[in-house]
């Protein structure tokens, strides 16, 4: 069995489903009542009804109107029910949510493969983290983490806890030091170990915070100069009960530092499973990975088909 076949068996659909739930809940329960068991007339009012539904799941107007034109140049003066309509939601989603970059982690040729992690403050980026080191230990790699988040010293240790409990290493340095030397020397101890993974950690910032910004370059050219091509991955963290307001974190992060895919937080929390939907319609970033719940196991690899699926319990 190859790595990426070890992901998806590893990564079931009931942890996804169980972080959708409230999602699901919304999205059952109002289309259920707006075409109710015998169906209902597809008209202006209608469909402004179902605009309003898919719009609490904060996909966003431009997604939810292509849904609705949708719906409306299949039936409209037509009375249908609930199954017709959500057949063709599901498969209008699935077209929005496509994306070419399927695969979850583009791992280095040689070496070890150094993925960093960034967004703003309180989005869950310590416990995405957590999750991912997790799976990937579960998987058998070697693991080193990196806690570049060097100003708060709560974010240090709440990384050093998460290490223990999952026996990997970490390199740490003093309060308030260099981020990107810390970052510098995970990496040599990544090369030094043999690791298969370098993960770091990095300070939240909001993302007009500029010297921030110019700091998460340093730590990316700083990693460079001990492998050309490293980060060889760039995460970032998007907390969906932020709903919208993560759209213009991806924008601002992805100009600074080149993201390479999201890694969506916190969807057990939250009826705004459809923030997956604004992302990808209007950020040129993959989502990678997907937070389902509080537990280190609580993570599931993103797949545009699978999450529409999950969003309406099947």
Not at 116 to 132: D, P, Q, R
Not at 135 to 149: E, F, P, Q, Y
Not at 207 to 217: S, V, Y
């Amino acid at each position: 069995m190859g790595f990426f076949d070890k992901i998806k068996k590893g990564l079931g659909l009931d942890k996804l489903k169980e972080g959708l739930n409230k999602t699901v809940k919304l999205l059952n329960t109002d289309i259920r009542d707006l075409f109710k068991q015998e169906g209902r007339l597809v008209d202006e009012a209608c469909l402004n009804d179902l605009f309003e539904i898919l719009i609490r799941t904060d996909m966003g107007v431009s997604a939810a109107q292509e849904v609705v034109n949708e719906i409306k140049s299949q039936f409209r003066g037509r009375v249908v029910k609930q199954d017709e309509i959500i057949d063709v939601i599901k498969e209008k989603l699935k077209s929005l949510m496509s994306q070419e970059d399927t695969i979850p982690i583009h791992f280095a040729e040689s070496g070890p493969t150094i993925i960093l992690f960034c967004g703003v403050n309180g989005t869950g980026k310590t416990t995405s983290i957590a999750k991912l080191t997790k799976l990937m230990r579960t998987l058998g790699n070697k693991i080193v983490l990196g806690a570049a988040d060097t100003f708060r010293a709560a974010a240090v240790d709440q990384l050093t806890i998460w290490s223990k409990r999952l026996m990997v290493e970490i390199v740490t340095g003093q309060p308030n030091s260099d981020p990107a030397s810390v970052a510098h020397k995970a990496v040599a101890r990544a090369i030094e170990t043999k690791a298969d993974l370098c993960i770091i950690d990095t300070a939240g910032r909001l993302q007009t915070q500029k010297n921030l910004m110019n700091e998460l370059e340093k730590i990316k050219r700083v990693i460079s100069k001990l492998i050309p091509d490293a980060p060889h991955e760039v995460f970032l963290v998007l907390d969906a009960t932020t709903g919208q307001n993560g759209l213009s974190q991806a924008k601002h992060f992805t100009d600074s530092v080149a993201c390479t895919g999201i890694f969506l937080a916190k969807l057990d929390g939250t009826a705004k499973g459809g923030a997956a939907v604004a992302i990808r319609k209007n950020v040129g970033l993959p989502v990678k990975f997907i937070g389902t719940g509080e537990k280190a196991d609580d993570i599931a690899e993103f797949n545009p088909d699978t999450f529409v699926n999950a969003m309406f319990d099947e």
